[in-house]
C-alpha cells in the first residue's frame, strides 16, 4: 500500500520561506512524476510544482516560478519543494501527489498524501 506522508507546513511572515517533506512508503515502482499541489479555502486544487523520478525535469507554475524548488531524494523515497519569498496568496493546503501521465492534471494522479497547511502572514 503507497503511502505519502508531507510534514514541514506551518505560518510563516511574508518574505520567509519553509521547506515541505513528502515522504513515500510501499513503492514498488518509480513513479514517472511527483508533484506539489495546494489547495486555498473555496479554490479549486491547482500544481505548484512536479519533478521526474530521476529529478531531473521539473515543472512549475507561473505563480511560483523563480520562488519555489522542487527535488528529490530518492535514498530516501523522500520530494521536497522549497518555497521562498512567500506571499499570503500562497496561503493553502500543500499536497504531494505522485504517478501521473498528464502532469499538471490532478485527477490524473494515483496516490495523494493527506495535506500540510502553510499560512503566509502579511
Known amino acids: 500500500q503507497v503511502q505519502l506522508v508531507e510534514s514541514g507546513g506551518g505560518l510563516v511572515q511574508a518574505g520567509g520561506s519553509l521547506r515541505l517533506s513528502c515522504a513515500a512508503s510501499?513503492?514498488?515502482?518509480?513513479?514517472?512524476?511527483r508533484s506539489w499541489f495546494r489547495q486555498a479555502p473555496g479554490k479549486e486544487r491547482e500544481f505548484v510544482a512536479a519533478?521526474?523520478?530521476?529529478?531531473?525535469?521539473?515543472a512549475y507554475s507561473d505563480s511560483v516560478k523563480g520562488r519555489f524548488t522542487i527535488s528529490t531524494d530518492n535514498a530516501k523515497n523522500t520530494v521536497y519543494l522549497q518555497m521562498n519569498s512567500l506571499k499570503p496568496e500562497d496561503t493553502a493546503i500543500y499536497y504531494c501527489?505522485?504517478?501521473?501521465?498528464?502532469?499538471?492534471?490532478?485527477?490524473?494522479?494515483?496516490?495523494w498524501g493527506q495535506g500540510t497547511q502553510v499560512t503566509v502572514s502579511s
Open positions: 501527489a505522485a504517478d501521473s501521465d498528464r502532469l499538471r492534471w490532478a485527477p490524473s494522479y494515483k496516490y
Open positions: 510501499g513503492l514498488t515502482f518509480s513513479p514517472n512524476y
Open positions: 519533478v521526474n523520478w530521476s529529478g531531473i525535469a521539473t
